[in-house]
């Protein structure tokens, strides 16, 4: 089960990666950061999907948000691997 558990979960995110893809390129910042925004509850360490919501929050004109997202992934990386993040 646990295996199942997790390719359906890689599956999942995969899929939101993608639409969020597609949300971005069609212009729909705003769909894109809550398509992003449930990328990153999957997995808060995940850079690349912090780095999308970044952008697709900074598009949209949400700084703040933009840097809350960082920060919060920041104390993540800090908390379970002692890093900072790549960007």
Same mark, same amino acid.
Request: aromatic share 6%; proline share 1%; charged share 35%.
């Given at each position: 089960?646990?295996?199942?558990?997790?390719? #359906?979960? =890689? @599956?999942?995110a995969? /899929?939101?990666?993608? %639409?969020?893809? *597609?949300?971005?390129?069609a +212009? &729909?910042?705003?769909?894109?950061?809550?398509?992003?925004?449930?990328?990153?509850? #999957?997995? =808060? @360490?995940?850079?690349? /999907?912090?780095?999308? %919501?970044?952008? *697709?929050?900074?598009?949209? +004109? &949400?700084?703040?948000?933009?840097?809350?997202?960082?920060?919060?992934?920041?104390?993540?990386?800090?908390?379970?691997?002692?890093?900072?993040?790549?960007?």
């Amino acid at each position: 089960h646990h295996s199942i558990r997790n390719r #359906l979960r =890689d @599956l999942y995110a995969r /899929a939101l990666d993608t %639409l969020g893809r *597609a949300r971005m390129s069609a +212009g &729909d910042y705003s769909a894109a950061a809550e398509t992003y925004q449930r990328l990153v509850a #999957l997995d =808060d @360490l995940d850079e690349d /999907a912090t780095r999308n %919501l970044i952008t *697709a929050l900074e598009k949209q +004109g &949400d700084s703040a948000g933009a840097k809350r997202a960082y920060r919060i992934l920041a104390a993540a990386l800090k908390r379970e691997l002692d890093e900072e993040p790549s960007f």
